[in-house]
């Protein structure tokens, strides 16, 4: 695989949670820290994820946010 973004994680799925449409993917990315995906239920049938699945998470994001209370 060949890709633009930067942001490139390996990790393990942990779970993944089936809504109406979409999907939230759970990824072990190591040390105890954990990031979950939003993706199509569709997308997660095509590309055969399930707990266990080694993955690349990929970030592609405009914005960076930080808040504080």
Do not use: C, F
């Amino acid at each position: 695989m060949r890709i633009s973004a930067r942001n490139q994680i390996k990790g393990a799925v942990v779970d993944v949670k089936k809504g109406a449409t979409t999907s939230h993917v759970r990824v072990d990315i190591g040390g105890g820290q954990v990031v979950t995906s939003s993706i199509t239920n569709e997308a997660v049938d095509d590309l055969g994820i399930k707990a266990g699945d080694k993955v690349i998470v990929v970030i592609k994001a405009s914005d960076v946010m930080i808040a504080v209370d």
